[in-house]
């Protein structure tokens, strides 16, 4: 068996990486340890890396199509790790997962319509309805102090009075990292069913379960599940190749099918793209010994964040995922206000992390903080926090 090595620490200055070189145009500064941006700094599967070299290496790249071997490869890895069957003619490329959401927006709702999403959660899930005309109907997770739940009684409430068109799921859900169970995602299905509400559901972290749990996709929760839902995947956070865009998307509803998938093919949306296709199928082949050693490191990685937290920053609650390397921060323990949190973060700890009030209202207090990186960083980022939260605090 191959040992991977996520200790090492890669210097990714001058790539064009966001996490690095956006640093000064985001923050204003750029000396700042990068835990922000939802990708991992870790040296990416080598099988992944060959299989594109081999094909780079031929001299010509013309146009191309996705061979059968690609789509049986998503199809093998959905069954293998999730017990998920997927047909293949219920499969279609998208670029992108944040494009595959647009693009149902468009394409299954009018100007004005409402489209649900349940706060604190991924910025662009606001964005691209409001940026489309459409409404953005809140229904906020419940947070008991240590864990979210969704809130059905409220969905429920929120469908009847504003009747909106879709609802924007995140399975699981970022920044929370909370897998939804199977009665959750069915109750939600019969919800939107009954409301003839489509529900288009992220699942781009659904590789990435912790603890020895499975991923539930949400067209696995029955009938209902399958009448209105749209599953948006993608090898991208799982291998960590979101710079290869080489999202998919499932429909098992044959009518919704049948009229999407021949609009997006019209429109050339669904074409495949030639190096996307070649290191998806490698990631799905042949990653899947670096991916279950990568959760491992970030599995103990986690564990040594909330570890520090709790032995030597009083105040500060991690809120323990159960999917993916993202860790939600709850500074309200601190008694400080949301900015005097965020300029502590800049100006006194010197770390990028994601300001909890991106991703709506409810992250007043909190910050999202990737823990994708080596184990090294993430003792120098907590150290430097701990001195800024003794620093700030004593000041108060």
Known sequence: MTQYNFDNIIDRHGTSA?????????FGRHDLTPLWIADLDFAVCPEIT????????????????????????????????????????????????????????????????????????????????EGNNRKVIENPLIFDGESYSMD???????????????????????PIGIQWDADTLAELAAIAREAGMVVVSDEIHGDLMLGGRRHIPFLSAGPDAVAVGIMLGAPSKTFN??????????????????????????????????????????????????????????????DFVIDFAARRIPGLKVIRPQASFLLWLDFRG????????????????HLALNDGTMFGAQGDGFARLNAGTPRAVLAHALESLETAVCTVCKQS
Not at 18 to 26: F, G, H, N, Q
Not at 334 to 349: G, N, S
């Open 152 to 174: 059905l009684d409220g969905l429920r409430s929120v469908v009847a009075e504003h009747k909106p068109k879709m609802m924007v799921l995140c399975n699981p859900h970022n």
């Open 241 to 302: 190749i979101p710079g290869l865009v080489s999202s998919w998307m499932v429909v098992k509803n044959p009518e919704m099918r049948e009229r999407y998938y021949k609009w997006l093919e019209v429109n050339e949306f669904s074409a495949p793209v030639m190096i996307s296709t070649i290191g998806a199928e490698a990631a799905y082949n042949n990653g899947e010994e670096w991916l279950d050693q990568m959760l491992a490191y970030v599995e103990g990685n986690i």
């Open 50 to 129: 060959a299989a594109l070299s081999r094909r780079l290496a031929h001299p010509v790249l013309g146009y191309s199509e996705a061979s059968e071997s690609y789509w049986q490869a998503i199809i093998d890895w959905n069954l293998r790790r999730h017990g998920f069957s997927i047909a293949r003619n219920e499969l279609a490329f998208v670029p992108g997962v944040v494009k595959g959401i647009a693009l149902a927006v468009n394409f299954f709702t009018r100007e004005g319509d409402g489209v649900v999403i349940q706060p604190p959660v991924y910025t662009p899930f606001r964005t691209v309805v």
């Open 334 to 349: 601190l008694h400080l206000c949301h900015r005097e949190v965020m300029d502590m973060l800049l100006d006194k700890a």
């Open 18 to 26: 966001v996490k690095i070189d956006r640093l000064d145009a985001v």
